[in-house]
């Protein structure tokens, strides 16, 4: 499990063969003696975090009394923790609340997603598995159980958020390594999941709406492309530019970088009508486009599917992304792509990714027969008239109709070729 090594000073170290990379301890100039004795100290704690049993009272005694410079050395490899913490705040479950709790501003549906990567971590691993307990090779055998269970894009989704928590534990010095560096998450792309949602199939799901507000709702998603709900949820009347013929979005999402926490999105003729009828509704005073209760999570979404259900249509994978991802498609082939990546508010690589799609529209307009074929006379036509225009062109003289109809086809092709630039003189005369 250790061994101890002579450098060529004569200094002493162990050397921990149990982990990840075999860290080394070094002890400086000490004894044989003494560095056999701290070897098998060291392969206790070793055996203590493997099994996730406390230590016995013999190596318990030896690691209150050992100096300061030494006891990092341990807990840089992770074998303790730092001194003056207690063992629960390196427990798996109290790392993550840990980490939960330091994060500044923390959206809910991001707090929702933390949840679940930690109800994750914690059914596997136990909620009160010490954090330095876990290596590389219990993260690879966390990824094969995740891929029994879930989808290739969850599968790199969870991959990615345990490594940003075990990341956060290096950092704070509650581990020495992070066990998912070098586990590759994977695409969190899944192009199965697209669905182009046509304009009958929306058309028929408006006609099934209850009211306006619900109608507006679903032409925001799919004529506006916005985030539903977030980018509903402080949307005001006067982020409506009737006049200019747009309105201003805040982007809840991106709200931490600088320069994208809004966005300007065209009110398109496919929305102006819905959202006229909504102002003129509104009772006096009104300060938000869509009263409060379609801003909570799950209400516009069952909104939404509702609708569907009483339009007699199938449910579509991703209900309201994809209905903001066929909308994107659409203005793709319209306007160039860095307007359209504006008024959707992503980048390049996140619509290609998860919202582009190519359609059925594309294939029939790929494959449709050429509306007009020329005929077989023309091209031989038109090539016979360059011929002659270039010959005369070349000697400086106009066309006239009877030199037209007396070259033939052959000879202004040979002409076109043989005639020398003015200005040559032949090298030999005949």
């Given at each position: 499990?250790?061994?101890?090594?002579?450098?060529?000073?004569?200094?002493?170290?162990?050397?921990?063969?149990?982990?990840?990379?075999?860290p080394?301890?070094?002890l400086?100039?000490?004894?044989?003696?003494?560095?056999?004795?701290?070897?098998?100290?060291?392969?206790?704690?070793?055996?203590?975090?493997?099994?996730?049993?406390?230590?016995?009272?013999?190596?318990?005694?030896?690691?209150?009394?050992?100096?300061?410079?030494?006891?990092?050395?341990?807990?840089?490899?992770?074998?303790?923790?730092?001194?003056?913490?207690?063992?629960?705040?390196?427990?798996?479950?109290?790392?993550?609340?840990?980490?939960?709790?330091?994060?500044?501003?923390?959206?809910?549906?991001?707090?929702?997603?933390?949840?679940t990567?930690?109800?994750?971590?914690?059914?596997?691993?136990?909620?009160?598995?010490?954090?330095s307990?876990?290596?590389?090779?219990?993260?690879?055998?966390?990824?094969?159980?995740?891929?029994?269970?879930?989808?290739?894009?969850?599968?790199?989704?969870?991959?990615?958020?345990?490594?940003?928590?075990?990341e956060?534990?290096?950092?704070?010095?509650?581990?020495?390594?992070?066990?998912?560096?070098?586990?590759k998450?994977?695409?969190?792309?899944?192009?199965?999941?697209?669905?182009?949602?046509?304009?009958?199939?929306?058309?028929?799901?408006?006609?099934?709406?209850?009211?306006?507000?619900?109608?507006?709702?679903l032409?925001?998603?799919?004529?506006g492309?916005?985030?539903?709900?977030?980018?509903?949820?402080?949307?005001?009347?006067?982020?409506?530019?009737?006049?200019?013929?747009?309105?201003?979005?805040?982007?809840?999402?991106?709200?931490?970088?600088?320069?994208?926490?809004?966005?300007?999105?065209?009110?398109?003729?496919?929305?102006?009508?819905?959202?006229?009828?909504?102002f003129?509704?509104?009772?006096?005073?009104?300060?938000?486009?869509?009263?409060?209760?379609?801003?909570a999570?799950?209400?516009?979404?069952?909104?939404?599917?509702?609708?569907?259900?009483?339009?007699?249509?199938q449910?579509?994978?991703?209900?309201?992304?994809?209905?903001?991802?066929?909308?994107?498609?659409?203005?793709?082939?319209?306007?160039?792509?860095?307007?359209?990546?504006?008024?959707?508010?992503?980048?390049?690589?996140v619509?290609?990714?998860?919202?582009?799609?190519?359609?059925?529209?594309?294939?029939?307009?790929?494959?449709?027969?050429?509306?007009?074929?020329?005929?077989?006379?023309?091209?031989?036509?038109?090539?016979?008239?360059k011929?002659?225009?270039?010959?005369?062109?070349?000697?400086?003289?106009?066309?006239?109709?009877?030199?037209?109809?007396?070259?033939?086809?052959?000879?202004?092709?040979?002409?076109?070729?043989?005639i020398?630039?003015?200005?040559?003189?032949?090298?030999?005369?005949?």
């Amino acid at each position: 499990m250790a061994s101890v090594c002579v450098e060529a000073n004569r200094r002493r170290l162990v050397q921990v063969n149990e982990l990840p990379n075999r860290p080394k301890v070094r002890l400086g100039k000490v004894s044989d003696k003494d560095a056999q004795s701290i070897r098998v100290k060291i392969e206790a704690l070793i055996a203590s975090k493997a099994s996730g049993q406390p230590l016995d009272r013999e190596t318990a005694h030896w690691l209150r009394g050992i100096a300061d410079r030494l006891y990092q050395k341990l807990a840089k490899i992770g074998l303790v923790h730092a001194r003056g913490e207690s063992s629960q705040a390196v427990t798996l479950s109290a790392m993550v609340e840990q980490y939960i709790g330091k994060r500044s501003k923390i959206k809910p549906n991001t707090l929702r997603n933390y949840q679940t990567t930690k109800r994750l971590l914690t059914d596997f691993f136990g909620p009160s598995r010490p954090v330095s307990a876990i290596h590389a090779g219990h993260a690879c055998d966390y990824k094969q159980w995740l891929v029994g269970k879930y989808a290739p894009a969850t599968v790199s989704r969870e991959i990615k958020r345990a490594r940003q928590f075990f990341e956060y534990a290096k950092d704070h010095r509650l581990t020495a390594e992070n066990p998912f560096a070098k586990i590759k998450a994977g695409s969190q792309k899944n192009s199965k999941r697209k669905h182009f949602v046509d304009r009958d199939v929306i058309e028929k799901v408006l006609d099934a709406c209850p009211d306006n507000n619900s109608r507006l709702l679903l032409v925001l998603a799919r004529y506006g492309g916005l985030r539903i709900p977030s980018e509903i949820q402080h949307l005001t009347w006067g982020d409506i530019d009737w006049h200019g013929g747009k309105f201003t979005v805040r982007v809840p999402k991106k709200e931490h970088l600088d320069g994208h926490e809004t966005k300007t999105v065209p009110i398109f003729p496919e929305i102006r009508p819905y959202l006229q009828q909504a102002f003129d509704e509104a009772p006096a005073g009104s300060v938000y486009v869509l009263p409060r209760e379609f801003h909570a999570d799950c209400f516009a979404y069952q909104r939404v599917q509702r609708a569907v259900q009483r339009a007699s249509m199938q449910r579509w994978e991703k209900l309201l992304q994809n209905l903001r991802a066929t909308r994107e498609t659409e203005l793709m082939k319209e306007y160039p792509a860095h307007v359209v990546y504006a008024w959707i508010g992503n980048t390049e690589g996140v619509a290609e990714d998860h919202y582009l799609m190519v359609t059925d529209a594309d294939y029939a307009k790929a494959s449709a027969e050429p509306s007009a074929a020329p005929t077989t006379d023309e091209p031989m036509a038109k090539a016979v008239q360059k011929a002659v225009q270039s010959v005369t062109v070349l000697n400086r003289k106009e066309p006239s109709p009877e030199n037209e109809q007396a070259v033939s086809p052959a000879i202004a092709r040979d002409t076109a070729v043989q005639i020398p630039p003015r200005g040559v003189e032949p090298r030999f005369s005949s």
